[in-house]
């Protein structure tokens, strides 16, 4: 038996609701829950539906809160209130939708002027959103100054496909996570600007706390290595972030370091 839509998405809604709290502190922080799966294909969905189930996915599961903020600038990323309107003129030729499809499946196919380079592609891990909620995640932002008139077609039938079938595969870092936690403390100085988890209090540099839940393995391993060439965090000041932790950490330490932050969700 098939559930009615309507009853699917209702049903969506009230299990994001109730498993989600934020904290409204100066670092953002969402809570740790297990990813909702949600489906449209196939169904009958009303538009007032569509955008609802993109604002909880944008809340919840999408991450993005911890980079972006509506109406107030975020920590890392451009404040996202009006971006249905401003989407309509980033790119000549390219329409409002189109722009907003592609900056969650292509984030460097434009860069915003101001912000780094830093916003993962949001179909693949570590956020790893299927197509469905792919569609309603735009129908929202389309609704934020825009006119909504995205189809389930209008997404690529290639995005997501890291989502499809339970999930991404999981990267292994061959590392140890409790020796990587010394590094962060000792050697690594990483703890003397840094917040992770329960260790550090640091406000210098960007909370880590959930880095492994927007962040690829490839972002974080490049930045520890090469601070400056993968951008300068929005919000913070460039050139302070030590640029030798390549060259001062021996290749066991550094694995483990990384091994650490992925840990970090
Ligand atoms: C790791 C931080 C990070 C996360 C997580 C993130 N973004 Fe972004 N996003 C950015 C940054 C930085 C930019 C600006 C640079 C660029 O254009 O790539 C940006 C740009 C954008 C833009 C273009 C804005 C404009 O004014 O043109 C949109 C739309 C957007 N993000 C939506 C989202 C959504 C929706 C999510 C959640 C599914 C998300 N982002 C998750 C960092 C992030
Ligand atoms: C002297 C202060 C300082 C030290 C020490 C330091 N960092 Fe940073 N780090 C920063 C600052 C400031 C930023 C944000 C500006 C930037 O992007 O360069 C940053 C950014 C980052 C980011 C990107 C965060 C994001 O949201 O995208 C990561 C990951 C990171 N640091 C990891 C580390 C690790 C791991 C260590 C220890 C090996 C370390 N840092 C040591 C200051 C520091």
């Known amino acids: 038996m098939r559930l009615p839509i309507g009853l699917k998405v209702g049903a969506f809604a009230v299990v994001v609701m109730g498993g989600y709290s934020w904290f409204a502190n100066s670092i953002p922080q969402i809570e740790s ?11 009958n969905v009303t538009q007032a539906q569509l955008v609802k189930a993109g604002e909880e996915i944008y ?22 209130a009006g971006v249905g309107a401003r989407a309509a003129k980033r790119k000549p030729g390219t329409s409002a939708k189109a722009y907003i499809i592609e900056s969650l499946l292509a984030p460097q196919a434009y860069v915003v002027e101001g912000y780094p380079p830093i916003m993962p592609a949001v179909d693949k891990p570590p956020i790893a959103l299927n197509r469905s909620e ?17 189809t389930l077609n209008d997404i690529p039938a290639t995005a997501g496909a890291a989502a499809a079938g339970g999930g991404a595969a999981e990267v292994k870092i061959p590392g140890d996570p ?30 880590l706390s959930q880095i492994a839940k927007i962040q690829t393995p490839d972002y974080i391993m490049k930045k520890i290595l090469d601070p400056k060439g ?13 640029q030798d932790l390549g060259t001062r950490l021996a290749a066991k330490e550094y694995v483990d370091l990384v091994a650490f932050l992925l840990t970090l969700k």
């Open 33 to 43: 829950k297990p990813p909702q799966e949600l489906s449209l294909e196939g169904g």
């Open 59 to 80: 809340h919840t599961k999408g991450t993005c809160e911890i980079c972006h903020r509506i109406g107030q600038q975020g920590t890392r990323a451009p404040d996202l």
């Open 134 to 150: 792919l569609w309603a995640l735009t129908a929202f932002l389309e609704s934020l100054g825009g006119t909504v008139d995205v």
């Open 178 to 207: 409790k020796q990587g936690e010394l590094v962060f403390q000792g050697k690594g100085t990483c703890i003397a600007c840094h917040k992770a988890g329960k260790i550090g209090a640091s406000p210098v540099g960007p909370d």
């Open 230 to 242: 993968m951008g300068t965090v929005a919000g913070f000041p460039p050139g302070v972030m030590p």
